[in-house]
């Protein structure tokens, strides 16, 4: 049951991430980031590893995605 | 060097790792197993201090001098993007323009969140010896909880509620507090962030000596920091205008 529930993880965890490899838009690529940051909290939490999936939660999903929106419209700001 | 060229360096790098890897992996324990040399030597060292959390205990007990590093490592981190991201001459600062309609729903979610993810954040903090969490999580949830203000729209009032000055003195001074708290065990001829306080009893909040101390001084430090660093990024996607762009407007 573990091991399979460990497999749909891994693979949910690395369509996440071909998925933020092909996002073009950087202004996409940080929702889709948010969204592989929320699968990455899965794995961990599946590999019982709650702490870090809590670490992961709050950086990889919230915080990283939030700075690259920012960023990203900084820059549009400027080329325009 | 041409493309050729470049491609048989990376190519020679890539195999030799591709090598190194294989026969690291070749050398690790089996996945899944019982064999765990760190945890059966972790975990009676965390339960000896009577931390329930073992991931705590490594992370502000056995290995707190990692721990140090890593808020040195934030705190350098925040310092640096806060002189990268200082407005220049060449940008001048605005009031940041009222942003468009927000849905009425997320302006309920964001005011309804907000208090509960305080709460959650603080709990995080203070638990972090018993359940997992700890300063860090906690630390990174309350700056996110400030930030369902700007999700609101309420730009203005995230500004008021967020007297930046407080927040760099927090940021600055919790991590300073680590450090002390480490001389305080250097002092007392234990060693340098030993657990020298009283470690209560097992399982209470009052237990685990001085890990719940440095997981709330490591939040403090972690929330400042947090909120400073997201600060500058907000601050120059909203609240500032290069001037060439208002050149070219005007």
Known sequence: MSAALIVVALTLVAIGGATVVFTTDPAR?????????????????????????LSQLVVGAALVPLMVMLTVRKINQRSR | MNRRARLSVFGLGAAGLAVLFALALAGMPDFGTSDHPYRDLAVPAAVAHDTANVVSSVNFDQRALDTLGEEVILLSAVVGATALLRPTPHETQRPPAPGGRVLDGTILMAYLLLPLTTLIGLDVVVHGHLTPGGGFQGGVVLATALHLLYLAGRYESLARLRPLDWYVWVEGSSAASFAGIGLVGLGLGSGFLANVAPHGSFQNLLSAGTVPILNVVTGGAVAGGAVVLLAQFL??????TPQAAQKSAG
């Open chain 1, 29 to 53: 690529q940080a929702v889709t980031l948010s969204v592989f940051g929320l699968l990455l909290t899965l794995l961990f939490f599946v590999l019982q590893a709650p702490d870090v999936a």
């Open chain 2, 235 to 240: 601050n120059q996607a909203l609240g500032t």
